[in-house]
């Protein structure tokens, strides 16, 4: 009995001009990212400031981490915010979509001025809203005698978080609107006909065709919503630059703060920290998302 054995596929040559492309990449993520991150990370298990004589201290950075007030509540502060935000940016994204998918005159040009927020820099809507949040608010509220309004929100330790959610969400939602168009686009019509047939009403067919069809959607905007809301920065920088004291201070603003406060080596174990989470998140998303006809 003879065996015969599958022939050999030829061997593809690749050419140089994608090395070409290809090294160069390489060499500049190594030497930009990659290198100054495992620098970091050595540097977490150190009591260096930055600069200077420094000394191995082994975890006692990441165990002090647990047990400091700032660095929990920058945590709270962060993903409370980003679980907020996640939900109001999802909600109104959603509903705008199918407002724009239906049969409405305008529809194209409607698109267009919905997405203009996305392109405009995030310190710049911030310094505007910072603005309209401590002068025009507060002078329309006087006017018209509304006590909430009378004083800026982002002045109130308790009401500061509203005004970055409300601004953050403002510039988030065209890319999730896009999103969820693309998404609403690919349901077949001949579904929506065939329940028209049947007698479902506008409601039924929303939350029994539309959402089931697009869950994909929903969850791939949802962890990037949220993976996204953890690393904000500039917005809080432009709108309360983490005030009133410290209610509204991010994790990468506390790491950020700390560089440049001599706490370097600490503030690398927070960064670090931070880093894993953020993966674990990535690798969650990768993991629901696969084999989903989404994007």
Do not use: C
């Not at 705008?96 to 405009?120: D, E, W, Y």
């Not at 809203?129 to 982002?154: D, K, M």
């Amino acid at each position: 009995m003879t065996t015969t054995t599958a022939p050999r596929r030829p061997r593809r040559k690749i050419e140089g001009i994608y090395y070409a492309f290809l090294v160069p990449s390489v060499l500049i993520f190594t030497i930009a990212i990659t290198l100054p991150a495992l620098i970091g990370i050595f540097f977490s298990f150190t009591n260096s400031i930055g600069f200077g004589e420094w000394e191995f201290v082994g975890l006692i950075n990441y165990i002090a981490m647990f047990t400091d007030p700032a660095i929990l509540s920058s945590y709270l502060f962060t993903f409370g915010f980003a679980a907020v935000t996640v939900v109001l940016v999802n909600a109104i994204a959603f509903l705008l979509a199918v407002g724009l998918t239906a049969k409405i005159r305008l529809k194209t040009a409607l698109r267009t001025v919905f997405v203009i927020p996305m392109v405009v820099s995030g310190i710049i809507i911030a310094y505007v809203f910072n603005f309209l949040f401590s002068n025009s608010l507060p002078a329309f509220g006087q006017a018209t005698g509304i006590g909430v309004l009378s004083e800026s929100i982002l002045a109130n330790p308790d009401l500061a978080w509203v005004g970055i959610v409300i601004v953050t969400a403002w510039q988030a939602i065209p890319g999730t609107l896009l999103i969820y168009i693309a998404g609403l686009l690919a349901v077949p019509g001949d579904v929506y006909e065939a329940a028209d047939l049947d007698g479902a009403s506008k409601w039924q067919q929303l939350f029994r065709i539309t959402l089931p069809l697009v869950v994909g959607y929903v969850i791939i905007n949802v962890l990037l919503g949220f993976k996204n809301f953890l690393n904000a920065y500039d917005v809080i920088v432009g709108l309360t630059n983490g005030g009133p004291g410290t209610a509204t201070r991010s994790i990468p603003m506390t790491i950020v703060t700390g560089f440049t406060g001599g706490d370097y080596a600490y503030q690398m174990a927070n960064a670090t920290m931070f880093f894993v989470i953020v993966v674990v998140i990535s690798l969650l998303q990768l993991r629901i998302t696969r084999g989903r006809n989404a994007i």
